[in-house]
């Protein structure tokens, strides 16, 4: 066989287990949205059947041959070329699949599944004790899966390798190192200040209306609804069935009128990213976004770098005076840009302002590697939580449920996501940095409801490549150097000296 | 291995083929409701792959040995337990499937994928010629079909067995033959008196309480919603994704509201006889129906039996008035049921009445045998359409869009559905009879909208043996006969006389 008909053998192999994930994806996406209560029992066997053949088939033999015989070929290639990337990425997940032994994939379903509906019960009724064996198993077999990757210079390198490829748990540590004693510093002289006023953010805003104006902005902003719809789910989330489908959905609150308005905002940014692959990426594993933390990078821009700036607000306030005259009409545009950036200190990571959200990440991740490194026991976790917080936040949470058991990512068995939450915040100003150099006047576009430009540079320079890059290879690329701290706190300095006035 | 492990073994390997077939319904069910329109072309090979894996999955020689080796247990077994059942009826669809080579699988759907499209221009611009070259492929794949199942009887029994397994073309015409006559002089009885009013359904009647009306009285029949939803799509239909979720779709007209309410009912028949399938049946090929046929007699019972029965209205149909009292409040009972019960020949069969609607399938049946059987050419086959509606109907379509063109069936392949529909009818009366019998009192309970003795009815004789039985064996154990158009033809008399005085 020659190379070109290897690769594609190969691309029709991978297209058709695409296609098998897909399928997944849109099940998983309908189970959120509209699938009555009855199907629930039905839809596990249908997602655990698509799963195992989508995995079967991808531990093929057949593949592995085929990347073996490949390599000669694409290592004469531009290493940047479809070609080249397309055979480095899959060999990097088909490694990754085939060292997993079939019991540890089985027991790691179901033991999460368990562990899932012990941290609901768990964090509904405050009580720790009742997650803490999931958590310990969960624990112990991610211990597990690591080794199935040793050697490692750190235990959490196996799991961070997941979400952002190629990063390790020392470059990541250099990063927050940096980061923390700043943030701590610019929350210090914020709490210094008199605080904002927000109270109008929690009126009673009417739910369709809040809708309509999402819509209205992202549309605006370039939303391609060709490719794309918006439903409501309890918890919003971006999803793609391929290409040409990528859907996003968002949660309305009668009184809290920034859930659905920035919460749209992010979904569309990483909704935008995924329709922004260069088509030719679909059906192949370098579709989609170079990590979780470039991905974050996205939602984060939509959401607060440009859906919490000024000019942003410049144009678009008047509009939304006029859909909600009551609640807005006397409420001046510095106080309402002052409002929706209101920095607080509070419990829950999902409802963290920009400048208190990486000081929440941080701590998790700082957890996580402790548990995994067996330098803190899992009973001991609920103590370690609020010490930290208390350290880094200045607040300690009055029991675990708004504590320790808030977030659904370990019960999932997601241990190693936290960092690309505050790698996207990272990561959004260094791109944004980027930009600004490229298009001198990009604050005046926006404050003239002019989106195209700063559109075109995205899909230019970041979401054509999809997932070809690593992230690091990926900023590295666009903005000449790698992830660094330094561009977000002098966003956030900036920001909100002008806010708080110090 | 044991039977009984070659049967769990055989039901593993079958639920993962339902699993799939689930999957590629609820895609389906999704293109036709929600999906945005860029998503279509990652749609379809979503399709072909998850289509192309159940398939390769069921015919593989792993199920064709353990349908071999079970042969001699089952056979001790009471020929309708679910085992030998299983085993009957997978082997059944074992051998239509491994009976077609993949070539005619793959050319097929070309050639369907085509005619569809050139059926849609052919309709809108009333051009036959531009359909027929695909309608002659489509014929000569449906002849080359029957052959791989010589020797038949009838070159037209592998085509009917799609749909109604067991049947023949010789029983189809015979019943025919008997009822074509009686249905033509009905229709020339109803036609020799004064016509009723119906105008009154085509006056505008908003969409919104047109969709909640028909939910409330699905849900006072017992429609149970924890299993199910409904939608709306140009098309009404009625999916499955397994016994838990099993979901209808409607479509609103402001100024014909019979067509979402009778198809509210109608789609709620058919969901209520998946949901009625035992559970055990599911993720087996013994869940769903009988045949095509006595799914629709489920349907059209809803729909017609009941839905457009006297007592029925006399029990909703102030509900009915109290929802629209501009349009009905001077509207009696008497002039709604004869308006909804209007027999007048038409066009469209879709849009048919109770009397008129079996004439449509019959001249349809005996034109795709002509072309089956090569004694009509399909170029002459608007003629002869339009030579037979005359006879049959006393009309002549005015072109062949409304004519030969209007079905959706032939350019999709469908050869051998259309007597499904006549046959619902039939089975539907006789399944009435049998009911009537059984519950002597069921039009009080009914002008009561007492539903649940009926339900539980359905439940029992019908609903819970799901795909175990074929058509006419089924219709025989409920009823005590074949299927036979006898109780139909006394059903329409009774009614239409009533109504037309005559």
Known sequence: MQPEQRLQKLKALLAEIADLNYASALLD?????????????????????????????????????????????????????????????????????????????????????????????????????????????????????????????HIYDPLLDIFEPGMKTTDIKAIFSLLRPQQVELLRKIASRPQVEDSFMHLTYDEQKQWDLGVEIITQMGFDWKRSRQDKTLHPFTTSFGWGDVRITTRLFANHIASALFGTLHEAGHAMYEMGSH??????????????????????????????????????????????????GNISLDTFYKGINKVQPSLIRVEADEATYNLHIMLRMELEIALMENSLAVRDLPEAWNTRFQEYLGITPPDNATGVLQDVHWSGGMIGYFPSYALGNLI???????????????????????????????????????????????????????????????????????????
């Open 29 to 153: 996406w309908d189970q959120q949205t509209y699938m009555p209560p009855g199907g629930a029992e039905n839809r596990g066997h249908q997602l655990a059947t698509l799963q195992q053949i989508a995995h079967t088939k991808f531990v093929s033999d057949e593949i592995g041959k085929l990347l073996d015989d490949l390599q000669p070929y694409v290592s004469q290639l531009d290493p940047d070329s479809f070609e080249a990337r397309l055979v480095k990425v899959t060999r990097r997940n088909y490694e990754k699949e085939t060292k997993l032994p079939v019991e540890w994939v089985t027991e790691f379903a179901m033991v999460i599944t368990a562990a899932h509906e012990a941290w609901a019960k768990a964090r509904a009724e405050n009580n720790f004790p009742h997650f803490l064996p999931h958590l310990e198993r969960v624990l112990d077999l991610r211990q597990r899966y690591a080794e199935f990757f040793a050697p490692y210079e």
């Open 279 to 328: 088509a030719s990426l679909d059906r192949t594993p370098l579709f989609g976004g170079a990590s979780s933390g470039v991905h974050e990078s996205q939602s984060r821009m939509w959401e607060n770098l440009i859906g919490r700036s000024l000019p942003f607000w410049q144009y678009f306030y008047p509009r939304v005076q006029e859909v909600f005259p009551e609640q807005l």
């Open 428 to 502: 959004g100003a260094q791109l944004w940095e980027r930009i600004n150099a490229d298009i001198h006047d990009l604050p005046d576009q926006i404050r003239q409801g002019e989106f195209a430009p700063w559109l075109a540079w995205l899909r230019e320079k970041v979401h054509r490549h999809g997932a070809k890059f690593e992230p690091q290879e990926f900023i590295q690329l666009v903005t000449g150097s790698k992830v660094d701290p330094a561009p977000y706190m002098h966003y956030l300095e900036q920001k909100y000296s002008a806010i708080y006035g110090f």
